[in-house]
């Protein structure tokens, strides 16, 4: 186990963020957790992309069907992270080191039984799943065989990811990009080799899927050892934590199964369009994360600065941290619009999408950028309720998302326009919960300033989460 030092983090893990520049702390934050961000997404798509030369639509179709059911994983892996990363960030704040790595010992033991109990019963569950958001025959089959393959390694992932929450709750975004990026690069090399090299097709994609995860928990705890987040586990502490670690990650989990539902019902609602449709919408999917993986980083980013500033009791430089995010947030949707626009079809004939496939990929592209930029306003006011201790605010807002936002305009958005209609109707859904998700934020922030009694007050035996709850990566239209 660690060694026992004098607190998490030597001196890089003090409250750094209760000082100095609001919009360099977001960006530094942002852009070191972007390009971890970026390389788990670009590993994906460049996944699917190799699966795409194989020349089967319904082989791509198949890889979209296991990826919604594998959403509903990382959905509750980051519901632990949250209350993981949430917990130590207050802990730091208030000069509190013995309960932050308490905490983190507690949750990371949590995490690692929950991420078992969690495969095992995905997979009890896996086949009536996959008919019910659509796959069938060959499809279904090859989507079940790849989720026996990478779903088992679930039990790494949410440890590995719950270690990535750790670290930049103590502001060591530098070791959590390694994270990401170390299992990312090893599976550049080893998707190729095992899907071609070894000729094993879509089974050696969900190998290359466990290699990568294998990497990334290693990674993850020589960071956590080296900023001495945990210390020997006590039964005592892991039971009375508990409590404190489901209030949080309950609400997160909800929230973050928000979108992972919506994104299923968008994917049953195109595989009446047949499989050319959900390919097509497969592509969006992995490209989506990829292009807006900036705001997943950002409203990930803005987290621990929330919470160590609510720790000291500065109420301004939290009202920055919002204006700032939202202000980026901007900006960057802007730029990467047009890049998705301009090369909309080079990247269509790269994935071999052609037809109905070509034209729903083509259509995102245009219409991305508008309701991005809500998605990211949402995500921004998810990480404002999670961290001041309104989590069920989040729940609230993304199941409206989920279900009024999705269902109705998607359903109507089919019938009228196909399934170009189903990606527009699910995205004007995102507008309202986008706008009043940061006007609820900006309030919250008042509330407390205010002295008023809330859910969650400011210590440590009560609720909070750090991080915006980042929704597993979906069309952007329905997460």
């Known amino acids: ?134 796959a069938e025959g060959h499809t279904h089959d090859v989507a079940r065989r790849y989720l026996w393959i990478s779903l088992p390694s679930n039990l790494l992932l949410g440890p590995g990811m719950l270690f990535t929450g750790l670290l930049r709750a103590v502001g060591a975004a530098r070791e959590a990009m390694f994270v990401t990026l170390g299992g990312a690069i090893v599976t550049v ?3 190729p080799l095992l899907i071609f090299g070894f000729g094993l097709g879509v089974d050696g994609a969900a190998l290359a899927v466990c290699v990568a995860r294998l990497v990334f928990i290693a990674i993850g705890w020589a960071g956590v050892r080296r900023y001495r987040l945990l210390e020997a586990p006590r039964p005592d502490a ?6 404190l670690v489901t209030r949080i990650a309950l609400p997160a989990v909800l929230t973050n199964l928000a979108p992972s539902v919506a994104s299923a019902f968008v994917t049953h609602a195109l595989s009446g ?108 006011a998810n990480a404002s309720f999670n961290n001041l201790g309104f989590p069920f605010l989040s729940t609230l807002l993304n199941w409206g998302r989920a279900t009024l936002g ?11 326009y196909g399934p170009e209609g189903v990606i527009a109707g699910t995205g004007i859904g995102s507008i309202a919960f986008g706008v009043a998700g940061l006007a609820l934020a900006f309030r919250t922030v008042g509330r407390l300033e205010r002295g008023t009694r809330i859910e969650a007050a400011p210590a440590l035996d009560a609720p909070t989460a750090d991080e915006a709850v980042q929704a597993a990566p979906s069309s952007g239209m329905s997460l």
Request: charge should be neutral; hydrophobic fraction near 60%.
């Open 1 to 134: 186990m660690p060694d026992r030092g004098e607190g998490p983090g030597r001196d890089e893990g003090g409250a750094r963020f209760v000082s100095g520049s609001i919009l360099r702390h977001v960006v530094v934050m942002s852009a070191t957790g972007s390009v971890g961000l970026m390389a788990i997404f670009a590993v994906d798509l460049l996944s699917l992309f190799y699966v795409s030369k194989l020349g089967d639509p319904a082989l791509t179709a198949a890889v979209g069907f296991a990826s919604i059911v594998q959403f509903f994983a990382i959905a509750i892996n980051i519901g632990v992270m949250i209350a993981a990363g949430a917990l130590v960030s207050r802990a730091i704040g208030a000069h509190d080191p013995a309960g932050a790595r308490r905490i983190a010992t507690s949750v990371t033991v949590h995490g690692v039984i929950a991420s078992g109990v969690l495969a095992a019963f995905l997979l009890a569950v896996l086949d009536p799943l996959l008919s019910a958001i659509g």
């Open 189 to 191: 090399f080893v998707d």
């Open 238 to 243: 892991i039971l009375g934590d508990l409590p």
């Open 273 to 380: 369009f047949g499989p050319p449709a959900i390919a097509g919408n497969v592509v969006i999917e992995r490209l989506a994360p990829v292009a807006f993986c900036g705001l997943f980083a950002m409203s990930g980013s803005i987290g621990p600065i929330l919470g160590q500033n609510w720790g000291a009791g500065r109420f301004d430089r939290m009202r920055g941290v919002l204006q700032v995010g939202a202000g980026v947030t901007a900006l960057y949707v802007v730029f990467v619009w047009l890049l998705l626009a301009l090369a909309r079809a080079p990247l269509a004939g790269a994935f071999e999408l052609t037809g109905v496939a070509a034209e729903l990929f083509g259509f995102f592209c245009l219409v991305s950028g508008p309701v991005w930029f809500f998605n990211g306003l949402l995500f921004l």
């Open 406 to 416: 999705t269902v109705p305009p998607a359903l109507v958005g089919a019938a009228w």
